[in-house]
């Protein structure tokens, strides 16, 4: 697991840093904690790591930490944040961005662990995700975010809900870390997000997004619509959404 704590008190940050690795290795977990001192440090960090999880004062220097909360969510980051504040008139915006918990200080060494407890048992059943490397940053990926996956060249192109993706790497190797029934190729070097997909006709499918307000046209190809068209039937008729 990967823990950042962002907390412009140096003790305070220290405390809470030892609490959490003392957490990992009373349950023999392997973490890593990182400690920033305001919100545009750890913003800086994203562009290289991913953190499974986020513990976030309110009252900081620069941009606050509900503020750093909403920015978040609006990247649409689905690190797990839990606030540790002297705040408490935060709480309801606290829990408007998704918060785990919403601590008071002083808090006690039990309730940073119930947390933490929580967060990991979250993590092991989040949704099905890849992690994929542009040369440029490292960037997790949901695979309910995916809309298209497509071969240019020697590249991948993925079209997500996050914004557009290039890496170097084949089709057959991105396949190997999707679920099939979640994907299908409708042209030669074109994957497809089946659940995005609203309407199919004999050259091109439509997909579509309304929470992002995302659409596209893609084409299919004649040998494989009658396949695209079975799967698209069969994966609403499962209920899998």
């Known amino acids: 697991m990967k823990i950042a704590v962002c907390e412009d008190q140096e003790e305070e940050a ?42 976030l004062d309110i009252k900081m220097p620069g941009e606050d930490g509900v503020a750093l909360a909403k920015r978040l969510r609006r990247m649409k980051e689905d690190v797990f944040i839990v606030f540790v504040t002297g705040e408490k008139e935060y709480i309801m915006e606290g829990y408007e961005v998704g918060a785990v918990n919403y601590l008071v200080k002083p808090v006690d060494i039990e309730k940073i662990y ?54 170097y790497s084949s089709l057959k190797e991105a396949q190997k870390e999707l679920q099939d029934n979640y994907f299908t190729t409708c042209h030669r070097g074109v994957l497809v997000n089946i659940m995005y997909i609203i309407s199919i006709g004999k050259s091109s499918l439509v997909i579509s997004d309304e929470k992002t307000g995302f659409q596209m046209e893609v084409p299919v190809s004649r040998r494989l619509y009658n396949k695209v068209n079975e799967e698209f039937i069969s994966f609403y008729k499962q209920d899998r959404i």
Request: net charge negative.
């Open 114 to 167: 119930l947390c933490l407890n929580r967060i990991y048992e979250k993590a092991d059943l989040q949704e099905p995700f890849i992690i994929i490397d542009t040369g440029e940053k490292t960037v997790k990926l949901l695979q309910k975010e995916i809309y298209k996956i497509e071969v240019f060249s020697h590249k991948l192109n993925y079209t997500t809900a996050k914004g557009e993706f290039e890496v």
């Open 14 to 55: 220290a405390w809470l840093c030892n609490t959490i690795q003392r957490w990992a290795a009373d349950n023999r977990i392997q973490a890593e904690v990182f400690s920033f001192g305001n919100a545009s440090s750890f913003l800086f960090s994203l562009e290289d790591n991913i953190y499974d999880a986020l513990f």
